[in-house]
């Protein structure tokens, strides 16, 4: 008699827990099944979005122009992208909301993405597209080469960056007005002592000072327009660069350089510049 009740309190438990694990089991699909609904549901996605507008940093981060280029966070949003794609989901986009604002926090430690003011400079060679087709590859490859030498160490010793080159030309980024100019003046300089088949290069540059946008280690607005058709301004071999520059150097930069400007005029035959301002000044820099 004594052994039936300790058989039915060892059997019910037994049963207890089996039906608990029944329900739980029951439950487990319905959650993952509401959260695989949500993930992918376009009022949650929509709901997201919104909240990524108030954050800091750039909204759109995760696109191919904001991941495109240098740092952590970049590059941990391309690797999301490769393994989630591109299909929109909730939690994507909460992912890039936690990295957007991983980039903005970086931002304001002058290393990412931001709208401060900076000076845009251009280059290109005058007439190095006519020379190169006499001259071959290996003089070209030869030219290139010493012209780098020559210009981009006093770009780096003053503070500038190269974004990019682009055949005989490069485009740079600097901190200030002053530094852009006595890297222009020093590079220039530099340039003087460079020889090859016969060429001595001129290097035109344009200059112009604004608050473009840095997005995937690029710089994309209209401050970078007008300081490349600046450039263009330039005709054999001048220093060109717009007003908002000129306004942004300290009164005795140019006077310490030796340098001086005057008003740019355009010639009677030469077209109007595309993409810029009406109003847009253009000083060429003249020594005195």
């Known amino acids: 008699m004594t052994d039936r009740p300790d058989s039915t309190r060892d059997e019910r438990p037994v049963e207890s827990n089996k039906a608990g694990s029944g329900r739980s089991d029951r439950r487990r699909p319905a959650f993952a099944e509401w959260l695989h609904a949500a993930n992918r549901g376009t009022q949650v996605i929509d709901a997201v979005r919104r909240v990524r507008v108030l954050l800091p940093g750039d909204p759109a981060f995760g696109d191919p122009l904001s991941t495109s280029g240098p740092g952590s966070a970049r590059a941990v949003a391309r690797a999301a992208e490769r393994f989630a794609g591109d299909e929109p989901r909730a939690a994507r986009e909460i992912g890039l909301g936690a990295l957007q ?104 540059v344009g200059i112009h000072t604004g608050a473009p946008k840095e997005i995937g280690g690029d710089w994309l607005g209209v401050d970078v327009t007008i300081a490349a058709r600046v450039m263009e301004a330039g005709g054999n071999g001048n220093v060109m660069m717009s007003a908002a520059t000129l306004q942004a150097l300290r009164p005795d930069t140019l006077e310490d350089l030796g340098y001086t400007v005057k008003p740019y005029r355009r010639s009677f035959f030469a077209g109007p510049l595309q993409g810029v301002p009406e109003d847009l000044r253009i000083f060429t820099l003249k020594r005195i």
């Open 101 to 204: 604002v991983w980039q903005a926090a970086l931002e304001r430690v002058g290393r990412g993405k931001g709208s401060r003011e900076v000076t845009v400079v251009f280059t290109d060679l005058v007439g190095f597209s006519s020379w190169s087709l006499g001259a071959g590859d290996e003089a070209t490859l030869e030219l290139l080469r010493k012209v780098a030498k020559a210009i981009e160490p006093p770009i780096v010793d003053r503070g500038g960056h190269v974004v990019k080159r682009m055949g005989d030309g490069l485009m740079a980024v600097f901190p200030s007005a002053d530094k852009a100019i006595q890297a222009v003046v020093a590079a220039k300089k530099n340039l003087a002592d460079v020889e090859v088949a016969g060429l001595r290069p001129e290097m035109r």
